[in-house]
């Protein structure tokens, strides 16, 4: 290798670098203009931790239907005030977010949560044969993955419900590809 030809390589690498470093700034303010506004600010009527509560309760505990039907369920404020009757958090951030179970409580309403987007209705999907029934029943964390740690409801699904991530798994586990079965 003559040194020219090294000085020019070192011209373009130089020049590619200068040109990266842009394009990942660019990038970067970008995505932290998404990301700003993420962290719990798909605005939840109120935080909701699931690691906080994957000691005392299991995934069942409040989706109820999970095992028997197709849709996991949502809880109902009475599930979350049968725990909640006084205050269980010691952090004094965590007890004012518990308040405002008593201020639905006495308003009598559900909370408003806001739910990520769901599978078009011309799919079906069933959580019976999935997570429940099924010879051998996949956990939760096989298509949500680690929700169970998470500490404010996750802003969008952290595994994307495509058709390839439904005939993957169809396909590892023998189970049939049909499209009439979940094109209905
Ligand atoms: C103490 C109650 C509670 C427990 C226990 C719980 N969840 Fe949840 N979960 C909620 C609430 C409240 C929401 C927000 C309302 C909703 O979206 O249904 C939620 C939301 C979700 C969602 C997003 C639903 C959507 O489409 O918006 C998934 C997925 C989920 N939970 C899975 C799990 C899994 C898996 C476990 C066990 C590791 C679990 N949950 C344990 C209360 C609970
Ligand atoms: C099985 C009992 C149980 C159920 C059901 C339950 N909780 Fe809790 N919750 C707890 C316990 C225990 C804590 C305290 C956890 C800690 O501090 O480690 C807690 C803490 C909280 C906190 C403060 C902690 C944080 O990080 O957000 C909020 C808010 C809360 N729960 C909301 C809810 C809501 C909303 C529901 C119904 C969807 C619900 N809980 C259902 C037992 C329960
Ligand atoms: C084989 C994949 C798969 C497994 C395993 C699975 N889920 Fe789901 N889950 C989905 C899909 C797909 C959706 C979206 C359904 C829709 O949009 O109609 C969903 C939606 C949900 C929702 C919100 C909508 C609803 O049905 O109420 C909750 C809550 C939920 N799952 C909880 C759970 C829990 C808890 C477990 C474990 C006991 C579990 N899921 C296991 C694929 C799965
Ligand atoms: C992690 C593996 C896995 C993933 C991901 C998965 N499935 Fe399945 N699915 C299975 C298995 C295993 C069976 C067979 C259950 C049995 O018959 O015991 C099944 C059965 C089915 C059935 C027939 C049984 C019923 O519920 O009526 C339908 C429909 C179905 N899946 C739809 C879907 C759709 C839609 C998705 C994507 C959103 C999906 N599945 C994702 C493993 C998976
Ligand atoms: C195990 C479930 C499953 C099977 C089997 C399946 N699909 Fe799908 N398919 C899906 C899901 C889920 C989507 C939606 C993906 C999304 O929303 O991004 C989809 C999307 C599609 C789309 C894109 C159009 C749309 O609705 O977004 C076409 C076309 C399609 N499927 C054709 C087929 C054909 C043809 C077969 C049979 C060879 C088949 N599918 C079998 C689950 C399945």
């Known amino acids: 290798m003559s ?9 373009i690498s130089l020049g590619a670098i200068a040109l990266f470093a842009v394009v990942t700034l660019g990038a970067l303010v970008l995505s932290a203009s998404f990301l700003s506004p ?24 409040c989706h109820l239907y999970v095992m028997e039907l197709a849709s996991a369920g949502t809880p109902s404020l009475e599930d979350c005030v049968d725990c909640h ?3 269980l958090s ?35 999907f069933s959580h ?6 099924g010879e051998k029943p996949l956990e939760c964390k096989n298509c949500h993955g680690d929700i169970g740690k998470s500490e ?15 005939v993957d798994c169809h396909e590892k586990r023998q189970a049939s ?3 009439l079965m979940c094109h209905r």
């Not at 969008?156 to 390839?164: C, D, G, K, L, P």
Request: hydrophobic share 30%; with cysteine.
């Open 3 to 11: 040194p020219r030809k090294l000085s020019s390589t070192g011209g």
């Open 38 to 61: 993420k962290s719990d600010s798909v605005a939840q009527p109120m935080r909701f931790s699931h690691k906080a509560h994957f000691e005392d309760a299991t995934c069942e505990t």
């Open 85 to 87: 009757d006084n205050t």
């Open 90 to 124: 010691e952090n004094a951030e965590d007890q004012l977010e518990e308040k405002k179970l008593e201020k639905y409580a006495e308003e009598d309403t559900e909370i408003p949560w806001i739910h990520l987007p769901r599978l078009t209705a011309d799919i079906y």
């Open 128 to 133: 019976r044969m999935h997570a429940g029934l």
């Open 152 to 166: 404010t409801l996750p802003q969008e699904r952290q595994i994307a419900f495509t058709m390839s991530f439904c």
């Open 177 to 179: 590809n049909d499209c």
